[in-house]
């Protein structure tokens, strides 16, 4: 397992070529101390567990690593489904120059029109908006913002080995950053 700072986790998500919209996700409160706990999941392009914490309102630091190769089913129960979600998620990349910038604004401004004159779902809309941006990872997410979700306790627990590891490295980044709180 190697463990890599949060960012790089992320790019790796964004970098993957796989359906954006198949991706699933679970977050909440880090069991033990400041932070939070993400997993991220897509049936081809495995599992990545991310924890972080904010070192002031205007820096995320964390870590991560890669903990499943695939998305097995029993994984994949502890995810929600487009149909149960809570709520959405996404990862965004930059625009590539002016020009491309330009194209997704446009695009996104379409979007935005037609569902304006269309009786649409919220999930709808969102699934439209992230195309439109070119989003390379969306899709339902299990989020709670004061607790844990039960699912983000089992996966805890499915994978408690990366779990500790990932616990000590963030809380050396703690205590060198010398915070002893987060920022919401």
């Keep these: 397992m190697r463990i890599r700072e949060w960012q790089d986790i992320l790019e790796d998500v964004t970098d993957r070529a796989v359906d954006a919209e198949d991706w699933r ?14 997993y991220l999941a897509h049936p081809r392009a495995g599992v990545f567990f991310l924890k972080t914490y904010a070192k002031n309102p205007y820096e995320v630091r964390g870590v991560g690593t890669r903990v499943a190769r695939n998305l097995d089913d029993e994984i994949g129960s502890f995810l929600p489904n487009q149909q149960d979600a809570g709520g959405r998620f996404a990862v965004q990349s930059p625009p590539e120059d002016e020009s491309h910038a330009d194209s997704i604004s446009k695009r996104l401004q379409t979007v935005l029109e037609t569902h ?67 920022f919401m």
Excluded at 123 to 148: I, N, W
Aim: glycine share 8%.
């Design 116 to 182: 304006a004159d269309a009786p649409t779902r919220p999930q709808d809309l969102f699934d439209d908006v992230m195309d439109a941006l070119e989003s390379p990872a969306f899709g339902p997410m299990e989020y709670d913002q004061y607790d844990r979700p039960d699912e983000l306790e089992k996966l805890a627990e499915r994978f408690e080995e990366a779990d500790d590891l990932l616990n000590a490295e963030l809380e050396d980044l703690i205590e060198t950053d010398e915070v002893d709180r987060g």
């Design 25 to 38: 996700a679970v977050a909440g409160d880090r069991a033990g101390g400041v932070g939070e706990d993400m």
